[in-house]
């Protein structure tokens, strides 16, 4: 019986000192994460910036080429309704 209560003993006190390296990684990741969330807003306003130009691109071709574009989207428009009916 004194085995298995060292044992239980043993268990908790490793579940302690894990809990403890926990806290302790989780305090890191606290004091890193301003850095990182500056970081990746950074990246998400240049994926902006570049989605911006890129649709500015595409509106600047449908008004030099009406017909053409709109036609386009007749077409796809089309085969999308086809595929989606099957």
Do not use: N, W, Y
């Amino acid at each position: 019986m004194t085995e298995k209560k060292s044992a239980e003993g043993a268990t908790v006190e490793e579940l302690q000192a894990q809990i403890e390296a926990l806290q302790k990684a989780l305090e890191e990741a606290r004091a890193a994460a301003p850095e990182e969330a500056e970081s990746i807003l950074a990246d998400a306003e240049a994926v902006r910036e570049r989605v911006q130009e890129g649709l500015q691109d595409i509106q600047g071709q449908i008004d030099a080429h009406p017909v053409p574009s709109a036609l386009l989207a007749f077409g796809l428009g089309f085969l999308i309704g086809r595929l989606l009916t099957r």
